[in-house]
């Protein structure tokens, strides 16, 4: 299955490495992630909302991970 490239549509679905990842507070204090993620055809800013951190689910740099979003 072909996916659109990173910023070619209004949504994408595809694996993505994790070029970086900062861990960030909303202004009421709620927890996010800001990645910058990248794929063979790019690269795209991106958040991850309402982050909540358990063992399964801690990202780093240089992960790859399966992506599905769309574009605000």
Do not use: Q
Request: charged share 25%; with cysteine.
């Amino acid at each position: 299955m072909n996916f659109p490239a990173i910023g070619a549509g209004p949504s994408y679905e595809g694996f993505c490495l994790i070029k970086s990842v900062d861990k960030k507070m909303t202004a009421k204090g709620v927890p996010y992630l800001d990645l910058i993620l990248a794929d063979n055809s790019g690269e795209i800013s991106a958040k991850l909302w309402d982050y909540k951190e358990t063992p399964s689910n801690k990202f780093k740099a240089f992960d790859f991970v399966k992506v599905r979003g769309s574009y605000v």
